[in-house]
């Protein structure tokens, strides 16, 4: 069993940065493939970004490229999501997700995601 834990959530002005950071548990953490997918209110809860276990392999959803970036240290067991550039539209719920079976072709795939943590709110104001 994996557990997740999301930190680093708040309030920022359009434009601003901001770090996640995703705190894990568990044996099989340096195993596992992550994720970082974002509800907004009425919408479905979205990809972000991924990476592959050992870090080698990145995965980003068109709307984040080149504002956001993933990133994991093992042997902290850590997993971070750097936003930069800030946009109201990311006002969202973050979760950060673990997965021991993803591959490339369904490292986007909400349902291949075993282990979910409880999600920090970041808001963006204009």
């Known amino acids: 069993q994996v557990q997740l834990v999301e930190s680093g959530g708040g309030l920022v002005q359009a434009g601003g940065s901001l770090r996640l950071s995703c705190a894990a548990s568990?044996?099989?953490?340096?195993?596992?493939?992550m994720g970082w997918f974002r509800q907004a209110p009425g919408k479905e809860r979205e990809f972000i970004t991924g990476?592959?276990?050992?870090?080698?392999?990145?995965f980003y959803a068109d709307s984040v490229k080149g504002r956001f970036t993933i990133s994991r240290d093992n042997a902290k067991n850590k997993v971070y999501l750097q936003m930069s550039s800030l946009k109201v539209e990311d006002t969202a719920v973050y979760f950060c997700?673990?997965?021991?079976?993803?591959?490339?072709?369904?490292?986007?795939?909400?349902?291949?995601?075993?282990?979910w943590g409880q999600g920090t709110q970041v808001t963006v104001s204009s």
């Open positions: 990476i592959s276990s050992n870090g080698g392999r990145t």
């Open positions: 997700a673990a997965s021991t079976r993803v591959t490339e072709d369904t490292v986007r795939s909400r349902g291949k995601y075993d282990y």
């Open positions: 568990g044996r099989t953490f340096s195993n596992s493939a």
